[in-house]
């Protein structure tokens, strides 16, 4: 992408609204625009961005097992009349009538919707185990939209649903995804951390959130410092063996949301154990059994020949919002600094004078060479906005390039997130950026 043809409004000043990190640095940085209280716009940069994340989520969910469908975001209210939840959602679910009166609404969640389809299909115990997932826009209408895409109305997710048996093969399912949320967030270069959760609107008895550590986190939570050491994806498990061990070693820890937290448990901890901080949720799983199959009237013939109800969990992963949440965790004064798995960019080659043979010469090969994966700042600009610019937009590197260097065959290259800085041969940049 060049930065002369690029559509990137970027902002110098921050916005009033803005009153988070990641908010701040969405709207100035030009990755998001708001068309309506909560509801956003996402811009190439940020467009980009939320991809990466998403393709992460779909290759590891992929990875355990599950399979990608596509529901609609309109839903029946017929549907979540069966499951009791439509009077007891409250007024963040947008209801609407068709034009002949017919009842629907915009999902927040597609329990209901799984289960029918699901229903539709499964006759046998041979039908089971299944885990569907897909990845939908949806939508909450929050009493006050705030933080950006952090807790916004239209957001986009990604939502498992399990099907099993029984009661052990749904404790399996669980634990599958509880492992591949770990691995998911670890992968993005986040240290999410499994805490024991209510269950709210979706019902239950077993749940965790995922939690990242941050200062300008929502909520306050209490962490084991064990958990902060521990490496998912150092663990590189098989999906279909046995996962209690792995999932154990996390759960044996103390780790708790505000709502969950246990002040006695809390404080048998060694002082030097304990970690008292703010957290941005970006999981949620749930085991809730029967909760909705039984009445939505999903059962199946099982090997004896009797009728059973499956056991089901579902699993969520608030996509757009982890943008944000990636954010929040990296990110300096001057700007974002990506993980390279999730950054738009890869590199931003920084032509310091146009017109220049030499500087246009290199840069114009450095370019080719990184193909689709740098956005090249070719821009009648001076030097120090640039820096800024891309230092803004958090590539994770920058190959600078001036007259002098462009000469002599070299470059600068810096790395974003650590702020080190190297003249090397135009080659070796290359190489350390591929690598």
């Known amino acids: 992408m060049r930065l002369s043809r690029a559509f990137l409004p970027t902002l110098k000043e921050t916005p009033a609204e803005a009153q988070i990190v990641s908010h701040r640095l969405m709207l100035r940085a030009g990755l998001i625009r708001q068309t309506a209280a909560g509801i956003y716009a996402w811009l190439p940069l940020g467009w980009r961005a939320l991809q990466k994340v998403e393709q992460i989520v779909r290759e590891e969910q992929d990875r355990a097992g599950a399979q990608e469908v596509l529901m609609p975001t309109m839903q029946s209210a017929d549907l979540w009349r069966q499951s009791g939840r439509y009077d007891a959602y409250g007024p963040e679910m947008l209801r609407l009538k068709d034009r002949h009166e017919r009842e629907m609404l915009f999902g927040p969640t597609n329990e209901e919707m799984v289960t029918d389809i699901f229903g539709q299909f499964a006759k046998s115990y041979r039908d089971l185990p299944r885990n569907l997932y897909h990845i939908q826009w949806k939508f909450r209408d929050e009493v006050r939209p705030r933080f950006g895409v952090m807790r916004g109305r239209e957001f986009l ?44 609107p979706i019902g239950g008895d077993l749940s965790h959130e995922f939690i990242i550590l941050a200062e300008t986190g929502e909520s306050q939570v209490f962490v084991s410092r064990k958990l902060l050491e521990k490496d998912p994806l150092a663990e590189a498990p098989d999906y279909d063996g046995d996962l209690a061990p792995i ?82 965790a990296n990110h300096d004064e001057a700007g974002i600094k990506w993980p390279d798995a999730v950054a738009p960019f890869r590199a931003a080659v920084l032509n310091l004078k146009p017109g220049d043979s030499a500087c246009d010469s290199l840069c114009g090969q450095l370019y080719a060479s990184l ?29 600078i390039v001036g007259p002098k260097g462009a000469a002599a065959g070299r470059v600068e290259l810096k790395r974003r997130m650590t702020g080190e800085r190297h003249e090397v041969s135009p080659e070796d940049a290359l190489g350390m950026i591929k690598g």
């Open 157 to 200: 997710m990604k939502d498992a649903y399990s099907f099993d048996l029984t009661k052990a093969g749904a404790e399996h399912s669980y634990r599958q995804m509880f492992v591949a949320y770990l691995r998911t967030f670890a992968r993005m270069g986040l240290k999410a951390i499994p805490m024991r959760a209510d269950t709210g």
């Open 247 to 328: 999932v154990e070693g996390w759960t044996s820890h103390y780790a708790a949301t505000e709502e969950m937290h246990d002040a006695a448990a809390w404080e048998k901890l060694p002082e030097a154990e304990r970690v008292s901080a703010r957290g941005i949720e970006v999981g949620h799983i749930f085991y809730f059994g029967t909760r909705y199959s039984q009445p939505m009237g999903l059962s199946v013939q099982g090997p004896d020949g009797a009728t059973v109800v499956p056991e089901m969990g579902s699993y969520g992963i608030g996509v757009s919002r982890l943008v944000g949440a990636i954010i929040e």
């Open 371 to 399: 193909a689709h994966d740098a956005v090249y700042d070719d821009r009648d600009e001076r030097a120090g906005r640039k820096f800024a610019d891309a230092d803004l937009m958090g590539h994770p590197w920058q190959v």
